[in-house]
Every structure is written in structure tokens, then in C-alpha cells.
T-cell receptor, first 110, second 111 residues
Framework: KQEVTQIPAALSVPEGENLVLNCSFT??????LQWFRQDPGKGLTSLLL?????REQTSGRLNASLDKSSGRSTLYIAASQPGDSATYLCAVSYGQNFVFGPGTRLSVLP | DTGVSQDPRHKITKRGQNVTFRCDPI?????LYWYRQTLGQGPEFLTY????????KSRLLSDRFSAERPKGSFSTLEIQRTEQGDSAMYLC?????????FGEGSWLTVV
């Protein structure tokens, strides 16, 4: 069964800290992996997409890495800000479908 | 607005009633997805369309659920004889290239 897990489930940090969110997947035969952000009661916004042949992607203060062989991805957020507070979801594509993790709820305190 | 649109945004219905949600994808996208999300969980895949063809359906999509995309543009998701367990947010997404773009979701509360 294709499963995606994320740790921690929740994280609270003071403003300015660097932080790492973790994503693990059981089936390494992925097409790509995507990180999303979700604000309360809202839809999902794509942050970064990593193709299966890539090791990492960067956008601004965000950096996502992918290690297919170990079934892991990390999302690194540098110099966190209160506006980064949201739930971060990892989604793995095995074709046309995406399998989502449960998310990490991040709170960045001013 | 050129994003994915969903309607209605919120629906409260009595158990046993039928409800229908509509999704208007990004116009040039030929892939359309429906997901369901409950509080504290990630979205769960329900079904996927390539143009008007429904190519994949999850086991979660019981016979009370039906989705259509008649002309390969907008899509509808109907839930018949709603149950309290159907209370969730129903998310639509459309696919362009390797990524997908989500709408704001339709919240369903069954009372």
C-alpha cells in the first residue's frame, strides 16, 4: 500500500528560526513529489515540485530535498516568519494520482 | 479569476438529502481531480478525469457518489442519501504539466 507520513504532526517555533519538516513514503517508484501549503479552511497552494530524477528544489526561503532510495523528503524553511504559519502537506505522485501525507501544522510565534 | 473555482463553498444538509458540488478547472487543463479532506488529515483521492473520461476511482467512492465531466470542462460531484460520515471538505484540482492546482474547496456538513 502506498502510504505517506509526515513528522512532526505539529511544530511551534519562534520567529527567525530555521526548521525542517519531514516526509516519508513507502513506495519509492514515484513520478514526483510536491510540497503544499494549506491555510485554515482553504485549498492547497503548491510550494515546490521535485521530479523523481531531481535531488532538490529551491524557492526563496524554501528548499525541498528528495531521497528516493530511502523514501524521504524534507522541506527546509529558512528564517521563519509568522506568515509561514500554516499546515504543510507532502504529496507523492505515482502516475496521475497524488497520495498525501497528513500534514505538519506549523506555528511561527512573533 | 483564472484559478480553479468550486461552488458552493459551504453546504449544510440534512442526513438523507442529495448534494451536488461543481468544479470549474483552469481552462487549458485536461486533468481534473476530486479529493476529500477531513479535519487534521491530508486529502484523500476520490476520482480523476482526463478530459471527459473518468479514468480512476477510489474505493472511497461508494455507489452513493457519482462524478461527471460531460464536456471535458466543468465537473460535478453528487452525493446521494448523505450520511454524517460524508461531512468533509471536497477539493477539486486541475492538472497542467506535472503539478496540480487546487480550488478553495466545498465544505459539507451533514446534520
Amino acid at each position: 500500500k502506498q502510504e505517506v507520513t509526515q513528522i512532526p504532526a505539529a511544530l511551534s517555533v519562534p520567529e527567525g528560526e530555521n526548521l525542517v519538516l519531514n516526509c516519508s513514503f513507502t513506495d519509492s517508484a514515484i513520478y514526483n513529489l510536491q510540497w503544499f501549503r494549506q491555510d485554515p479552511g482553504k485549498g492547497l497552494t503548491s510550494l515546490l515540485l521535485i521530479q523523481s530524477s531531481q535531488r532538490e528544489q529551491t524557492s526563496g526561503r524554501l528548499n525541498a530535498s528528495l531521497d528516493k532510495s530511502s523514501g524521504r523528503s524534507t522541506l527546509y524553511i529558512a528564517a521563519s516568519q509568522p506568515g509561514d504559519s500554516a499546515t504543510y502537506l507532502c504529496a507523492v505522485s505515482y502516475g496521475q494520482n497524488f497520495v498525501f501525507g497528513p500534514g505538519t501544522r506549523l506555528s511561527v510565534l512573533p | 479569476d483564472t484559478g480553479v473555482s468550486q461552488d458552493p463553498r459551504h453546504k449544510i444538509t440534512k442526513r438523507g438529502q442529495n448534494v451536488t458540488f461543481r468544479c470549474d478547472p483552469i481552462s487549458e487543463h485536461n486533468r481534473l481531480y476530486w479529493y476529500r479532506q477531513t479535519l487534521g488529515q491530508g486529502p484523500e483521492f476520490l476520482t480523476y478525469f482526463q478530459n471527459e473520461a473518468q479514468l480512476e476511482k477510489s474505493r472511497l467512492l461508494s455507489d452513493r457518489f457519482s462524478a461527471e465531466r460531460p464536456k471535458g470542462s466543468f465537473s460535478t460531484l453528487e452525493i446521494q442519501r448523505t450520511e454524517q460520515g460524508d461531512s468533509a471538505m471536497y477539493l477539486c484540482a486541475s492538472g497542467g504539466g506535472n503539478t496540480i492546482y487546487f480550488g478553495e474547496g466545498s465544505w459539507l456538513t451533514v446534520v
